[in-house]
């Protein structure tokens, strides 16, 4: 949830660090903090409440120049205290060791009783502080062991800590008795190593290193790094030395800059149409998708499927809704989608023969994560043959390590909080698993398949020219500037991408939003009905459209201000009380929940801007959510 950020070089770290946060701000923002090793060898540290530009400008306005060879830094998304500078990171014991930290120790309690037995001070309600004594105590014995070379204390002293913690966590270290060390460690939390020319990096992400590197190493779980300059060291879970891939990353340092944009949300709503194509390309032809887009294996394991199981969060579990109705609808598949938070704890029954599909943007979603790890322990166990799917947006992030089959969504980075472009490419990479899955099992023709191609090769368009309704809705939006709830209504596959609608409304205007199935009305929310709720309702042209006019017509009777988006072919007129906006036309049964999204998602954000909140950083959201 937070971000780390660290470096060892010939050059003065400290810009770097800085840029570095500002790159994974997105991960968390309530506090921030810098700390380096200067040439008097002494630890110098600024922190600051509010976002990296506080920071920046604090450091400004010091006495302090807070130039180092080596440094680490943190932006914060508060678990363990409130947002206070004092729970800001890094943390530092007695002036020696230095501390960032992404993750739960959840042993904290019980390890902060003994330390401050031992006469340690806390300064902070962080979990974060038992970390730096327990490196601190583990050090001053390190120091003490003859056999110990000084190059190699401190990395001893953290293999010796981090046997003492419960929990996740991914951990940058410095030290004033090893000046030129720099000490990286993951476990449940992604930590990454960018290599450079005589000068090494850690980043909880790629892209806050891309300025500097382009070459990354991915710690595997349980790693721990002694990084130096010119050398690099890692022992894995057992102790034992170990040997990763440098790989290179294809993404440009300006691919997570605003451009023309007022916001990332805004860019990355206007991204979408490339990143559909992005998605789509080498996965399709002309008239039907590559197998093979899934796997070498994917063909042998998609044949023994009977059902499958899709496990996410947030907005990637209404995307998987919209598959559960495809799945079942299209080709007679039995689908499951559960919350992975709910999915983990409740000793949930293997049944043999299971896809288990995991959707996560970033593939770090703690929860997402650990209900993966734990289907496949019971798999092995029993001998199941329940093979997993990842669909995910990050290479090389945990999900896809831990996956049997992966598929990429290319959506590019995605910055702002609220996901836009990463929901648009989930839907399109579990159509293409729903036409695979057809095609491999014989519940498709090829006729059929041809359709479903044609209708995605015209996607990019269709939410062009969705696209083109940006300021019809954005004097929509100004009926909201005094309204504090809204509904959204959809039928079908419409039921999740109003459910996705009201969370970026409520994620990032902070306006209460609530969706429902449009003919559960009379079952209670109809009381909610009086003209200052607004009720935005979702109307394609298909098999359902009259009953959804049946369900507005109750709104209508009841005083409701309506805001309907519909198909240009559902012949519903703008009338007293009800605005109609004809979002899209000639769109299919994939096609419709995708390109329905774009003008909601719009909706949200111009709402937004006339709440005046910030778009890209809402109060007390992160951005990945790597912690429970």
């Not at 959840?106 to 806390?122: I, P, V």
């Not at 199935?517 to 909610?528: D, S, V």
Request: hydrophobic share 40%; glycine share 6%.
């Amino acid at each position: 949830m937070c971000g780390i950020v660290g470096g060892i070089a010939e050059r003065n770290v400290t810009p770097i660090l800085l840029e570095g946060l500002k790159r994974l701000e997105y991960r968390g923002y309530d506090s921030s903090g810098v700390a380096v090793i200067d040439d008097d060898l002494k630890l110098q540290r600024i922190r600051s409440l509010g976002k990296i530009q506080d920071l920046k400008d604090k450091i400004k306005a010091s006495d302090s120049s807070l130039a180092g060879y080596i440094g680490i830094a943190h932006t914060r998304w508060a678990t363990h205290g409130i947002p206070a500078e004092n729970n800001a990171h890094p943390h530092i014991c007695n002036n020696e060791v230095a501390v960032v930290h992404n993750g739960i120790i959840e042993n904290y309690q019980e390890l902060k009783s003994e330390q401050l037995a031992l006469g340690y001070r806390f300064t902070s309600q962080t979990d974060t502080e038992v970390v730096a004594h327990s490196i601190h105590k583990y050090l001053q014995e390190a120091l003490k062991e003859p056999n110990l070379s000084k190059d190699q204390v401190l990395f001893q002293a953290v293999q010796n800590a981090l046997r003492e913690f419960k929990g996740a966590y991914a951990l940058g270290v410095m030290a004033i008795d090893n000046p030129d060390t720099l000490i990286a460690a993951r476990k449940g939390s992604p930590l990454v190593i960018g290599v450079g020319l005589g000068e090494y990096f850690i980043a909880s992400d790629v892209s806050a290193l891309l300025p500097v590197t382009q070459n990354f190493i991915f710690l595997e779980e349980g790693d721990v790094a002694r990084i130096k300059r010119d050398e690099l060291e890692i022992v894995d879970v057992e102790g034992k030395k170990v040997e990763r891939e440098i790989k290179r990353s294809n993404l440009s340092s300006t691919a997570v800059e605003l451009g023309e944009h007022r916001h990332y949300m805004h860019k990355e709503i206007f991204e979408q149409p490339q990143s559909v194509i992005d998605t789509l390309e080498g996965r399709i032809t002309q008239e039907s998708v590559l197998t093979s887009a899934f796997g070498h294996q994917a063909e042998t394991l998609f044949a023994s499927i009977s059902q499958i199981q899709i496990i996410a969060c947030g907005t990637s579990y209404h995307a998987g809704m919209v598959a559960k109705y495809w799945f079942e609808d299209i080709i007679g598949l039995p689908c499951f989608i559960e919350v992975a938070s709910e999915y983990r704890y409740r000793n949930p029954v293997l049944l043999s023969d299971t896809l288990f599909v995991t959707i996560s943007q970033s593939g770090e979603t703690a929860d997402t994560l650990a209900a993966l790890q734990q289907i496949k322990q019971k798999r092995d166990v029993k001998n199941l043959n329940c093979p997993t799917l990842s669909i995910c947006n990050v290479p090389e992030s945990s999900l896809t390590r831990e996956s049997d089959l992966v598929f990429l969504t290319h959506a590019g980075p995605e910055v702002g909080v609220a996901s836009t472009k990463a929901f648009t490419t989930q839907l399109v990479a579990l159509s293409l698993l729903l036409t695979t899955l057809g095609k491999v099992q014989g519940r498709l023709t090829q006729k059929r398949e041809r359709i479903i191609v044609q209708g995605l090769q015209k996607l990019p368009g269709l939410i062009r020219n969705a696209l083109n309704h940006e300021d019809e809705i954005k004097e929509i939006a100004k009926r909201f500037a005094d309204k504090s709830s809204a509904l959204f209504l959809g039928r079908g596959t419409m039921y999740p991408i109003a459910m996705e609608a009201a969370l970026k409304l409520k994620e990032i205007s902070y306006i209460h939003a609530e969706a429902y199935p449009a003919g559960e009305l009379k079952h209670g929310p109809l009381a909610l009905i009086d003209e200052y709720m607004p009720v935005i309702a979702i109307a394609p042209h298909d098999d359902l459209l009259e009953k959804l006019k049946s369900n507005l017509q109750e709104v209508r009777a009841r005083g409701g201000q309506m805001i309907v988006f519909e198909d240009e072919n559902a012949n519903t007129d703008s009338e007293g009380g009800m605005k109609v906006v004809k979002a899209t036309t000639n769109v299919g049964r994939i096609t419709a929940p995708i390109t329905f999204n774009i003008p909601l998602q719009l909706l949200a954000y111009h709402v937004a801007l006339i709440k005046g909140t910030d778009v890209d950083q809402p109060r007390n959201l992160a951005k990945s959510v790597t912690v429970e």
